[in-house]
């Protein structure tokens, strides 16, 4: 069975058995019979977390625990608006918050700040957007790696595209700010 808990770049959560680079959670979002209660959460922490770590090894969906959510990569995690886990990915982390703007504290206040961003698309130029933003461009989803735009899917990312013109960027705010500055999202290996 398939379950629901793979996400787009548009933060939906959508059954479909590709497999994903990450793995992440908003918290409980499943009831007892593996089956999406909700899809909004009050928690406000996003995390896009290892596949694997210390050997742990989880049963999906257990009741009453987190909801794991799968990603074709970083750069779609990202754009859902999670931000690296400060436990399974702690360089990243560490990079993450550094590079994000303002005076991130701590993780709260990361947390917070990105809360207030997600699911808020906002309009740019192609050329400003640095490499590992995605975009929305007729109801698709893209991605802006080395230069050139590519179609995203669960499986991966369709052939390069002509990049040009104003899109709608689907990445919240802070974290291009944050790539921009540096930090560089994993990208599925689809995407060259």
């Not at 090894?57 to 990603?71: C, D, H, I, S």
């Not at 990202?78 to 990243?92: M, V």
């Given at each position: 069975m398939t379950l629901r808990n793979r996400v787009t770049p548009f933060s939906t959560i959508e059954a479909n058995p590709a497999r994903g680079m990450f793995m992440g959670n908003r918290g409980c979002l499943h009831g007892e019979y593996k089956n999406l209660e909700v899809e909004e959460t009050r928690e406000k922490r996003w995390l896009v977390c290892s596949l694997n770590f210390k050997g742990r090894?989880?049963?999906?969906?257990?009741?009453?625990?987190?909801?794991?959510?799968?990603?074709l990569d970083e750069?779609?995690?990202?754009?859902?608006?999670?931000?690296?886990?400060?436990?399974?990915?702690?360089?990243?982390y560490d990079a993450f918050l550094k590079l994000f703007p303002g005076k991130p504290a701590n993780a709260e206040w990361l947390d917070r700040?990105?809360?207030s961003q997600r699911g808020r698309p906002y309009p740019d130029e192609f050329a400003n957007l640095p490499d590992g933003t995605m975009y929305e461009l007729n109801g698709d989803a893209f991605l802006?790696?080395?230069?050139?735009?590519?179609?995203?899917?669960?499986?991966?990312?369709?052939?390069?595209?002509?990049?040009?013109?104003?899109?709608?960027?689907?990445?919240?705010?802070?974290?291009?700010?944050?790539?921009?500055?540096?930090?560089?999202?994993?990208?599925?290996?689809?995407?060259?």
């Open positions: 090894k989880r049963v999906l969906m257990r009741p009453g625990a987190y909801t794991e959510l799968f990603f750069a779609t995690a990202l754009a859902a608006g999670h931000r690296p886990c400060a436990e399974c990915r702690r360089k990243n700040n990105l809360a802006k790696w080395h230069g050139r735009a590519f179609r995203w899917s669960h499986d991966g990312y369709g052939p390069a595209e002509k990049p040009g013109g104003p899109v709608e960027v689907i990445t919240p705010e802070g974290t291009v700010e944050a790539i921009a500055k540096g930090y560089r999202p994993a990208v599925h290996p689809s995407a060259r």
